[in-house]
């Protein structure tokens, strides 16, 4: 079993939709990531947290410490949202180390 | 401020052969990373650095060097390339003096192996 675990790996929305990304984990963590890798582009940092719930446009990400579990949120989604969303965590023990769930990839279609 | 600059972005090699690939970084960062994408896994670490002169294996270490002698660089080095090293990296870097920080990457390179 993998420390970080994505669902859903594929997710097809129409725009407008209300999306939602899970990710557990199974270790203890100082810091959970959600990236955005667009097709053929570099990845990109959204959001970095360690308790509680940050929100930037259209994108909200939540964490439940003790559930060991984070959502990532997308409202009114958009074609320009489709991408591939990682979720990655900082263990307690292992330092500025990443470890990285499969990802999940959004399409929003027009 | 260029972030995490990585070259090249696209490369292809024979069998056998050796190359570099580039990284560097322009934000004083300590940390510093190598990873490899594969089609239904996760990043996986190939290998780090904690701070100029200090280098360490990560989950996937075989085939790949790596040394840091200055704080903004970070080079990858396939000593004899391999088919099954055909893979997208990544390299990354990230401030540990400050605790948990953002992570930044570079724009990747897509390396095939023929």
């Known amino acids: 079993k993998n420390e970080v675990e994505q669902s859903p790996q594929n997710l097809t929305a129409q725009e407008g939709e209300f999306i939602t990304i899970n990710c557990s984990y199974s270790?203890?963590?100082?810091?959970l990531h959600w990236l955005q890798q667009h097709p053929g582009g570099g990845i990109v940092s959204l959001f970095m947290?360690?308790?509680g719930k940050k929100k930037h446009g259209r994108l909200i990400a939540t964490i439940n410490i003790q559930e060991k579990h984070s959502s990532l949120h997308i409202t009114a989604s958009h074609p320009r949202d489709s991408a591939v969303y990682i979720c990655a965590v900082r263990s307690e023990t292992s330092g500025s180390r990443l470890t990285f769930g499969e990802g999940t990839q959004l399409t929003v279609n027009p | 401020n260029a972030g995490v600059t990585q070259t090249p972005k696209f490369q292809v090699l024979k069998t056998g052969q050796s190359m570099t690939l580039q990284c560097a970084q322009d934000?004083?960062?300590?940390?510093m990373s190598w990873y490899r994408q594969d089609p239904g896994m996760g990043l996986r670490l190939i290998h780090y650095s904690v701070g100029a002169g200090i280098t360490d294996q990560g989950e996937v270490p075989n085939g790949y060097n790596v040394s840091r002698s200055t704080t903004e660089d970070f080079p990858l080095r396939l000593l004899s390339a391999a088919p099954s090293q055909t893979s997208v990296y990544f390299c990354?870097?990230?401030?540990?003096?400050?605790?948990?920080?953002?992570?930044?990457f570079g724009q990747g390179t897509r390396l095939t192996v023929v």
């Open positions: 947290l360690s308790s």
């Open positions: 990354a870097s990230s401030d540990t003096l400050l605790g948990n920080t953002e992570a930044f």
């Open positions: 934000m004083n960062h300590e940390y």
């Open positions: 270790v203890g963590i100082s810091a």
